[in-house]
């Protein structure tokens, strides 16, 4: 059964509003934006359609009939099927269960900064750091505004959890900038020797001979004859 779902989470809130009752695309997209599930789910009334029709074919939802509210076009509304409803719990039981790598932008963004200057790289992370200081303020008073109105923390621990990797993210950046001010982050000196290199205009065979001459020690672990 799970090989007929969608990948993409916004066919699992369809599900999940269905579950809840039939409605037409556009009721579902104001109830999205109502509930602030775009911070968490990428919501577009455009794509709403493509999922929808997708979640059709798939045999997820049905069109149970047409409605017309006064001068505005004819919508359909759709209610969950049977094997929609068992897709769905299956799909959350996997979701809430089993931790899967996620691949973001940022973790790529690190695993090639050695491409530019570590100076540059330093000020591009400071400025990371303010950016994301400023949006945790922002969450923070998200938070003192939902306190206020009483709401339940069921509707708010997505963005508990988002408020947690953002915490994380600052700690690991605070860290990563004191070794990269500081020059201690191991391999350091073989990153900004690369980039002196580079801006002399060495030839690339070359930088690399030079390189593996002036930092052994460092390239060690990419020898094939190293012992353990």
């Known amino acids: 059964m799970a090989a007929t779902r969608p990948s993409n989470p916004l066919a699992l809130a369809v599900l999940v509003l269905l579950w809840e009752r039939p409605m037409h695309p556009y009721e579902m997209s104001a109830?999205?934006?109502?509930?602030?599930?775009?911070?968490?789910i990428k919501v577009n009334y455009g794509s709403l359609y493509s999922v929808v029709e997708s979640l059709m074919k798939r045999g997820l939802i049905e069109a149970t009939?047409?409605?017309?509210?006064?001068?505005?076009?004819?919508?359909?509304?759709y209610a969950i099927t049977e094997?929609?409803?068992?897709?769905?719990?299956?799909?959350?039981?996997?979701?809430l269960s089993t931790p899967k790598k996620e691949f973001t932008?940022?973790?790529?963004?690190?695993s090639l900064a050695g491409a530019l200057p570590p100076d540059q790289v330093t000020e591009l992370l400071g400025q990371r750091l303010r950016n994301l200081r400023f949006q945790q303020k922002a969450v923070e008073a998200m938070f003192e505004e939902a306190r206020s109105v009483g709401l339940p923390?069921?509707?708010?621990?997505?963005?508990?959890?988002?408020?947690?990797?953002q915490a994380a993210e600052i700690a690991f950046v605070e860290q990563l900038l004191t070794e990269l001010r500081d020059e201690t982050l191991g391999g350091f000196a073989m990153w900004r020797r690369m980039h002196e290199l580079r801006a002399d205009g060495v030839a690339p065979d070359e930088i690399e001979a030079k390189i593996a001459a002036e930092f052994p020690d460092e390239l060690a672990f990419a020898q094939p004859d190293r012992k353990p």
């Not at 094997?83 to 979701?95: F, K, N, P, S, Y």
Request: no cysteine; charged share 40%; proline share 2%.
């Open 83 to 95: 094997t929609g409803g068992r897709v769905m719990v299956d799909w959350l039981v996997e979701l």
């Open 65 to 77: 009939e047409t409605v017309r509210e006064g001068r505005r076009p004819e919508r359909t509304v």
């Open 31 to 40: 109830t999205l934006r109502e509930r602030r599930k775009e911070d968490s």
């Open 105 to 110: 932008q940022f973790e790529a963004a690190l």
């Open 153 to 165: 923390r069921l509707f708010m621990i997505e963005s508990e959890f988002t408020a947690a990797l």
